[in-house]
Nanobody
Framework: QVRLLESGGGWVQTGGYLRLSCARS????????MGWFRQAPGKEREFVAA????????YYGDFVKGRFTISRDNDKNTMELEMSSLTPEDTAVYYC?????????????????WGQGTQVTVSS
């Protein structure tokens, strides 16, 4: 059973910076693509960023516009999302997800495992 645990959420002012982390445990050594999604109150879960197992391919949601950077450490089974120039529109619960995939999925239904989420709040 794969388990994902997010950390690093919190409160920050507009223009601020946060770094989210996701630790993966359990499961077999497969080709896990990893991704971040977010969900604001009353809205659907939204794709933020994803990275292939080999770290060669990264994709970002259109709203990111160069502000976020996704990375992973396969030796430690961890993934990070560095977020800068945050705005109140970035306020949401951020979820770590893993997909048994060779590519880089960007849709919610393509992911097999999910963390519990970490709250990010950006104040104006």
């Amino acid at each position: 059973q794969v388990r994902l645990l997010e950390s690093g959420g919190g409160w920050v002012q507009t223009g601020g910076y946060l770094r989210l982390s996701c630790a993966r445990s359990g499961g077999e050594d497969r080709n896990y693509a990893m991704g971040w999604f977010r969900q604001a109150p009353g809205k659907e879960r939204e794709f933020v960023a994803a990275i292939s197992r080999g770290r060669t391919n990264r994709y970002y949601g259109d709203f990111v516009k160069g502000r976020f950077t996704i990375s992973r450490d396969n030796d430690k089974n961890t993934m990070e999302l560095e977020m800068s120039s945050l705005t109140p529109e970035d306020t949401a619960v951020y979820y770590c997800a893993a997909a048994v995939a060779l590519g880089v999925p960007t849709a919610v239904h393509e992911y097999d495992y999910w963390g519990q989420g970490t709250q990010v709040t950006v104040s104006s």
